[in-house]
Every structure is written in C-alpha cells, then in structure tokens.
C-alpha cells in the first residue's frame, strides 16, 4: 500500500524566505506527481504535475523535484509571499487502480 | 483549464435527513469522478471512485448504504448522504479526470446538526 508522507506538517516564515516542502512515498511505481495548494475552505489548485519520466517541473517561482529511486520529491517556492500562505498537498498518481493518494499536507503560513 | 463545479458549496442539515452533493464536470466529459472527504486539518481521503453507467467502487470502511453514488451522465456524479449524523459532517470534494491529471472541485461544506 503507498503512502505518503509530507515534512514538516506546518511551516511558518518570514515573507522572502525561500519554502522547501517535502514529500516522501513508499512506493517507486507511480505514474505521475502532483503538488497542489489549498486555502482555507476552499478546493485543491493544481500547482504542477511531474511525470514518472521527469525529473522536474517548473512554474514561476515554484519548482518542484521528482526522486523515485529515493521516493521523494521537493517542491521549492522562492522568495515567499504572504499569499503563499496556504496548506500544500503532494499526491500520487498510480496507474494500476487509477487513484490518487495524498500526503498529509503542509500548512504554510508567510508573515508580512 | 478544465473546470469542475460542485453543488451546493454550503449545506447545514439537520440529523436524520438526507442531503445529496452535486459534482459537474463543465468542460469535458469524465467517465471516472472521484469523492472525497476531508476533516478539518486533515488530507483527502478517497471515499469512492464513480463509473458512468455502473456502479460505484467503494474504499474499505465506507458505507456505500449511507454514502449513495451515482453517475448518470458523463457530466454529473453526484452524493447523496443519507441519515446524515453529526459525524458526517466534513468537506465534500470531487474530483473529474482521466489517468493523466484529476481536475478538483471547490467543495462541499456540510454541517449535521
């Protein structure tokens, strides 16, 4: 069974400090990787989406990495805002099954 | 992008009734929509995978009696709760997507009183 993990659980930073998330899975054999954000109440904004093949993708300020043989990925935000400030959530896409599995999430929160 | 829109945003019903949840996809058609719930400060967690034109695959532990799905058409899934309990209440999200990419809803909040 995969499982996902996100660290730390909550993260708090002053306003231009760069964000490292961390993701980690139990299980290599995925299809893809997402990184999405959520706000308060709100639904899940994909932020971006790696696939097996890749090793990165980049938008904007975010960046995010994709280790399978280490079963990890990192999603950098550089230089934070105060609308950064949301709860981020890495999800695994398996083939076999056609399910997403997500991480805990990491609750960000950027001071002016 | 592809948009899902979910239907009502907010309900606050009283124990013992039904409420039924309305997930749209509004700009493609989705053979597969995904529910799940989600408590305050917690992850998703996948509650059922609907299939148009069959019935709905259930995660372990989750009462397909009392979490009704149905998938009519290729735009519309929705979730009925039935007999809804205080415990019930939670953050409803759907999902609409092929095996590439999902496309999430805002949510549903529901409150049982």
């Known amino acids: 069974k995969q499982e996902v993990t996100q660290i730390p659980a909550a993260l708090s930073v002053p306003e231009g400090e760069n964000l490292v998330l961390n993701c980690s899975f139990t299980d290599s054999a995925i299809y893809n990787l997402q990184w999405f954000r959520q706000d308060p109440g709100k639904g899940l904004t994909s932020l971006l989406l790696i696939q097996s093949s890749q090793r990165e993708q980049t938008s904007g300020r975010l960046n995010a990495s994709l280790d399978k043989s280490s079963g990890r990925s990192t999603l950098y935000i550089a230089a934070s805002q105060p609308g950064d400030s949301a709860t981020y959530l890495c999800?695994?896409?398996?083939?076999?099954?056609?399910?997403?599995?997500f991480g805990g999430g990491t609750r960000v929160l950027v001071k002016p | 992008g592809a948009v899902v829109s979910q239907h009502p945003s907010r309900v606050i019903c009283k124990s013992g009734t039904s409420v039924k949840i309305e997930c749209r996809s509004l700009d493609f058609q989705a053979t597969t929509m995904f529910w799940y719930r989600q408590f305050p400060k917690q992850s998703l967690m996948l509650m059922a995978t609907s299939n148009e034109g069959s019935k709905a695959t259930y995660e372990q532990g989750v009462e397909k009696d009392k979490f009704l799905i149905n998938h009519a058409s290729l735009t519309l899934s929705t979730l009925t709760v039935t007999s809804a309990h205080p415990e019930d209440s939670s953050f409803y999200i759907c999902?609409?997507?092929?095996?590439?990419?999902?496309?999430f809803g805002p949510g549903t909040r529901l409150t049982v009183t």
């Open positions: 999902s609409a997507g092929t095996a590439d990419e999902q496309y």
């Open positions: 999800s695994l896409f398996k083939a076999a099954g056609n399910k997403l599995t």
